[in-house]
């Protein structure tokens, strides 16, 4: 595998289910993101992890929990969601520090949930 | 505060016709600028990046951008589309905060291409 990887890629979940996002990443990086994508709005940043630690919670509802258990590894803990959080949600990964070399972002192809 | 405008939103061009997608950004320093592409279901690829030195860019696929400080744009170009470069583009602008560098991201434009 190369570059950014997420499972599942579709993921159809009741409202009181738990489920997890998984996205890791092989490119040697040590940041890594969660963004919710939704129909008509702009990119949401959710979470930020760099060098383990979560350095951004963009008053994200706790229904959601991330989770980093190393930096290659990045999970999106679900549960008891609304239907209104039916996303495309995408994971990145980058270096960490260091403007130049740490800004640029590379992406997985995204998880489709749709929350029944 | 940053801030990325992509005026519009839907943009339908033919086949072979030139392509221009408008950006442009609020943001106190010298700015760290990127285009990315998605297509239907897939994530955000990137397409080039400006940090400094030559305005003009140039990216994958045949796309260039240039960077215009005065009139804080980052417009992307293409000098002839093919029916492959429909997808959703997106600009963005890199800037530090805390511990990490954030992208904040135009809302994007989707790129229609007629035969």
């Known amino acids: 595998e190369t570059g950014v990887t997420q499972t599942p890629r579709h993921l159809v979940m009741g409202m009181t289910n738990k489920k997890s996002l998984k996205c890791e990443q092989h490119?040697?990086?040590?940041?890594m993101y969660w963004y919710k994508q939704s129909a008509k709005k702009p990119l949401e940043l959710m979470f930020v992890y760099s060098l383990e630690e979560r350095v951004e919670n963009n008053s994200v509802p706790s229904r959601f929990s991330p989770e980093c258990p190393n930096s290659s590894h990045l999970f999106l803990h679900l549960h008891t969601l609304q239907p209104e959080d039916s996303a495309l949600y995408l994971c990145?990964?980058?270096?960490?520090?260091?403007?130049?070399?740490?800004?640029?972002?590379?992406f997985g192809p995204g998880t489709r949930l749709t929350v029944l | 505060a940053q801030s990325v405008t992509q005026p519009d939103i839907h943009i339908t061009v033919s086949e072979g016709a030139s392509l221009e997608l408008r950006c442009n950004y609020s943001y106190g320093a010298t700015p760290y600028l990127f285009w990315y592409v998605q297509s239907p279901g897939q994530g955000l690829q990137l397409l080039l990046k400006y940090f400094s030195g030559d305005t003009l860019v140039q990216g994958i696929k045949g796309f260039e951008a240039e960077f215009k400080r005065s009139q804080s744009s980052f417009n992307l170009r293409k000098p002839s589309v093919h029916w492959s470069d429909a997808a959703e583009y997106f600009c963005a602008v890199g800037a530090p905060s805390g511990g990490y560098n954030k992208l904040i991201f135009g809302a994007g434009t989707r790129l229609a291409v007629h035969p």
């Open positions: 490119l040697g990086h040590n940041a």
């Open positions: 990145a990964s980058s270096l960490s520090g260091g403007l130049a070399g740490g800004i640029e972002q590379f």
